[in-house]
């Protein structure tokens, strides 16, 4: 039977001048497993998105089988993530088909343990990896239990094991009789497939079975050379004792969590590096504190320079508007002017296999994501740095493309550069000079006798404008709904009754007038506290931070509010007036602002994500029954919790590629926000990207 069907399909992005789907005709039968393969920027995520639902063709027929339940797992997994907990993610399709509660519980248990992440059901989405993102991301997909599975490169991102785990899931979801279309670059997914279908520019080159498309030597050895890495690595890599970064007894840690212990290793003059280990075992925080973004717990990291290190999301990494720019922006604030800057873009272009009269006045935000991960490779390696990192640098490419990423490296190795990067694919890892497996790393020594650090080397300490990071960080967290709420006297209550006794102690401590009944609310609210078992010395911390910026605004108070007729005027100094009522003034609000602060930390410290949404539904009932639509607003208060941490990761991103490119290495005080406030324009335009990929998010979860 079939399920899909498409005939002479047409398709074009607004602004762009070639058709993303060119003359697209197939069909899909019930029960078959497709991959879907080609080139990056071949066209294969618009079609998985177009036969998802998410956009029409401009010309052609595309019809689907009545009642068919298509369910996609898109690209960047960040993106598709619509709760603040583990749980509630997967949750959330079920919720919406209407399920019972038991079996909403079953699918989501049943779906987060097969993709390996049931023992982090009750952490925060934001917490977890990109790599366990994107098994979150799958899980939620498959709680659907969708009759048409689609799957946009889900194992990009994880490591080997986990990978086969995923793809051996997916044949027996398969021959449990279920639809499957998986896109993918990965040769062996590929070919586990039955049916293999290759776009080429937008057009259809190959339909056939997976044995004929392995027959078919022109296509299959354009997509996958097997042999094609081989020629990168070197037989006899030249000697060199001399070390550019050393790394001895490393470790780091969150609050309460260890993500690493004892670290030690060293990286030589002119070598390649390949560094590989499962997926969330602290990979990427671990180049982050060697370029300077996060402050070690113990141990010390030298180098030549401060590494130069492409980060994991591309996407974050890309903040100017045209391609050139944004590779020119880091080799620009080194001090590059000019025709050098010009030829160091195009150099840095090629590199990374982006043609520089192709791309150059391309719009960075409407690269495919292959072509997104090429242009922020090619940012740092305009850099010119002598200490290299890259996290990832070849996830989501296609062979053609990996080749060329893996080559350009090889090459900055040749120039005399260190270069250090990680993967979860063992034949890249075969292609390096040295591969430093991570559960080796704490056994690996030093042999001082065989060493010669270079003369330059210097301790790498993390940049001054780190603690801005860390500052976001705590703020994400804050925002957040705790992932376990503490036992109390509270927390046995129903939710509409929690978020009405917040509410109720939050407004009337804002309305009362008089210092004594502020006083009294005061009180009520450390109650409050004591009851929903939440310190009250967090509240006193917070309100430290705070204090500057309450006294600032009662300064504003004393200068600005005017003195009424019979205050007796206390003390006046040109424009700043003391006087009884300012006085009166300014201790109301100081128990106001405790108030608030108390309130808000013990609701929030108190109240599931699931309660508050829960509670916001039961305060609105009585309007739901008069015809209002009042789950709109609840959805909103939870996309709330979803996207602050959301856009704070986002900006978080955002900063650390400048610090990379040099933005803040000699900014301090008001020169610092002088440079923060041009981030902002970036910062919106991915706000409104986020906001539209979280809408899709919504849509493939069946939100209506």
């Known amino acids: 039977m079939s399920l899909v069907s498409l005939k002479s399909v047409h398709y074009k992005y607004p602004q762009s001048r070639e058709e993303a789907l060119n003359d697209i005709s197939f069909e899909i039968n019930s029960g078959e497993y497709i991959a879907l393969a080609g080139l990056n920027g071949s066209g294969k995520s618009t079609l998985a998105r177009m036969i998802a639902g998410f956009i029409e063709p401009e010309s052609g027929e595309l019809s689907l089988e009545k009642n068919l339940l298509p369910g996609i797992v898109f690209q960047q997994p960040k993106e598709q993530i619509v709760a603040g907990i583990v749980e509630r993610d997967t949750a959330f399709g079920p919720q919406n088909l209407n399920m019972s509660k038991a079996e909403i519980e079953l699918r989501t248990i049943e779906c987060l343990t097969v993709v390996g992440i049931a023992d982090k059901a009750l952490n925060r989405t934001f917490e977890l990896s990109l790599g366990q993102t994107q098994r979150l991301a799958f899980s939620g997909i498959l709680a659907l239990f969708p009759s048409l599975l689609i799957l946009d490169e889900v194992t990009a991102m994880l490591d080997p094991h986990a990978r086969e785990e995923l793809v051996e899931f997916i044949r027996q979801w398969n021959a449990k009789g279920h639809t499957v279309i998986h896109v993918t670059h990965d040769e062996d997914e590929v070919l586990a497939a039955s049916r293999v279908i290759v776009l080429d520019k ?3 080159i190959f339909d056939g079975s997976s044995q004929d498309f392995k027959n078919t030597s022109e296509i299959h050895d354009m997509l996958f050379d097997k042999y094609s890495l081989k020629d990168i690595k070197k ?4 000697e060199t004792k001399e070390t550019f970064l050393k790394v001895k007894n490393l470790s780091f840690s969150y609050e309460g969590y260890d993500v690493f212990k004892n670290l030690s290793f060293e990286l030589k003059k002119g070598t390649l590096t390949a560094l590989t280990g499962p997926s969330g075992c602290g990979k990427s925080t671990l180049f982050e504190c060697l370029a300077g973004l996060k402050k070690p717990s113990s141990g010390t990291i030298e180098s030549k320079c401060i590494p130069a290190l492409a980060l994991q999301e591309s996407e974050a990494a890309l903040f100017e508007r045209y391609a050139a720019d944004d590779v020119a922006f880091g080799a620009a604030n080194s001090g590059v002017r000019g025709k050098k800057l010009v030829s160091c873009v195009k150099h840095a272009m090629a590199m990374a296999g982006l043609d520089y009269k192709t791309y150059a006045d391309r719009s960075s935000f409407n690269l495919s994501g292959g072509e997104k991960r090429k242009l922020s490779i090619a940012g740092i390696i305009a850099l010119n740095k002598d200490v290299l990192i890259f996290d990832e640098p070849t996830s989501a490419l296609d062979g053609v493309s990996r080749k060329t990423v893996l080559s350009a490296m090889r090459k900055l190795a040749d120039e005399g550069k260190t270069v250090l990067f990680s993967t979860h694919r063992l034949e890249e890892a075969d292609i390096a000079d040295t591969h430093l497996l991570w559960s080796e790393l704490t056994e690996k ?3 001082e006798a065989e060493t010669v650090c270079s003369e330059n080397l210097k301790p790498v300490e993390a940049s001054s ?3 801005l990071l860390i500052a976001i960080q705590k703020l994400t967290g804050a925002l957040s709904a705790p992932a ?15 978020s ?10 804002l309305a009362v007038q008089s210092v004594g009944l502020c006083a009294l609310m005061l009180c009520m609210n450390f109650i409050y506290a004591k009851l929903s078992s939440f310190p009250l010395r967090k509240v006193f911390v917070t309100l430290k931070k705070l204090l500057p910026l309450i006294l600032f605004f009662l300064i504003l108070e004393f200068v600005f509010y005017p003195v009424h007729t019979g205050d007796e005027e206390i003390f006046r100094w040109k424009f700043f007036v003391l006087s009884e009522y300012k006085i009166f003034l300014a201790v109301k609000t100081l128990i106001r602002a405790l108030c608030s602060v108390t309130c808000i930390a013990t609701f929030i410290s108190s109240t599931s994500e699931r309660e508050i949404l829960d509670g916001l539904s039961g305060l609105l009932l009585p309007f739901a029954k008069i015809g209002i639509p009042v789950r709109y607003l609840v959805l909103v208060t939870g996309i709330i919790f979803r996207f602050m941490p959301l856009l704070l990761d986002e900006l978080s991103a955002i900063i650390k590629t400048q610090i990379v490119r040099g933005t803040f290495s000699n900014a301090k005080g008001f020169k610092k926000i002088k440079i923060l406030i041009p981030l902002f324009v970036p910062l919106m335009l991915q706000t409104f990207r986020k906001a539209q990929f979280l809408a899709d998010a919504l849509t493939a979860r069946y939100f209506k």
Do not use: Q, T
Request: charged share 20%; proline share 11%; aromatic share 10%.
């Open 235 to 238: 037989e006899k890599p030249a």
């Open 500 to 509: 009405f006794l917040f509410l109720s102690i939050f407004c009337v401590s």
């Open 484 to 498: 376990k709420v503490p036992a109390s006297v509270i927390g046995p209550l129903p939710a509409w009754l929690k």
């Open 465 to 467: 404008s780190s603690g």
């Open 445 to 447: 020594k030093s042999d």
């Open 202 to 204: 937008g057009k259809k």
